[in-house]
């Protein structure tokens, strides 16, 4: 069991690490003006992502069914590491957010070169391209936290985006632990986790993404500065990871909501 905490540990930092850089991606097409093609790169990247946690889901419920048949196991501490993955992938893609804006400008122009995505990774594994890959490299550095104390953070938007990751990070494990908790409609509890990121994505559909739109589009009238619409990015991924870290708050209160509501549902 010990294997499988790990390849999902491992699936969580993957899924968490492609969202939170599907904002390089974005970036990339606005300091080329191809936002578009962008935008397309961007849909695949949280698409892979949101099928990849419905895999994970499965592989966390064969979790809970070897819990409920060893009673010693500790559950709630291995979901805290696959909880802490969450976290350290954020964080990852942190610290690789400038070498991918500059691979995003890559991919994007590999794509509108090549005209299809087959035709694009074709392209892209070639040897030549892999090794010229390295030299967009680049270390994260001090001033990206400084420009972002610089002139203010969208603090409503950091909030927001911190609550509905947390939900979103939160929503297949607190479910399926809610089906290892005493009573009956286990079965009901373990289904809750599609509404629960459905209606995370809904909050982010509604309430962030058409905050992030309005500056992607002054930003490309020339109506507000590239240094402004990095910095909201910087802020979206630092209240990302808050919202990994405020997953672990909400766990369990969250597992025992979800076994209070699901009668009523």
């Not at 097409?29 to 949101?50: E, F, N, P, Q």
């Not at 992607?216 to 979206?236: H, Y």
Request: hydrophobic fraction near 55%; charged fraction near 15%.
């Amino acid at each position: 069991m010990t294997e499988r905490i790990i390849l999902i540990s491992l699936l969580t930092l993957v899924i968490h690490s492609a969202e939170t850089l599907s904002y390089a991606v974005r970036m990339a097409g606005i300091r080329s003006g191809k936002l578009a093609i962008a935008l397309s790169l961007t849909g695949m990247i949280v698409l892979i992502s949101r099928t990849s946690n419905i895999a994970q889901g499965t592989m966390t419920g064969k979790v809970v069914d070897f819990a409920k048949m060893h009673l010693e196991f500790n559950i709630v501490g291995n979901f805290r590491i696959i909880l802490t993955a969450a976290s350290l992938g954020t964080l990852l893609a942190i610290a690789l957010f400038p070498t991918f804006v500059a691979l995003s400008g890559r991919m994007v122009a590999h794509l509108e070169k090549a005209g299809s995505v087959p035709k694009m990774i074709q392209n892209a594994l070639r040897v030549d391209v892999i090794q010229h890959s390295f030299y967009h490299f680049r270390l994260p550095k001090w001033e990206m936290v400084q420009r972002l104390r610089a002139g203010g953070l969208p603090k409503r938007l950091m909030i927001i985006n911190c609550f509905v990751t947390a939900i979103y990070t939160v929503g297949v494990l607190a479910a399926l632990y809610a089906t290892f908790l005493p009573g009956q409609y286990s079965i009901g509890a373990s289904q809750a986790s599609g509404l629960i990121n459905g209606v995370a994505t809904i909050l982010l559909t509604l309430l962030i993404a058409p905050q992030v739109a309005l500056l992607t589009d002054k930003a490309l009238r020339k109506k507000a500065k590239l240094s402004s619409i990095n910095k909201v990015f910087g802020a979206l991924m630092f209240s990302r990871f808050c919202g990994t870290l405020l997953a672990q708050v909400i766990f369990i209160p969250a597992a025992y909501w979800i076994k209070t509501i699901v009668p009523y549902l």
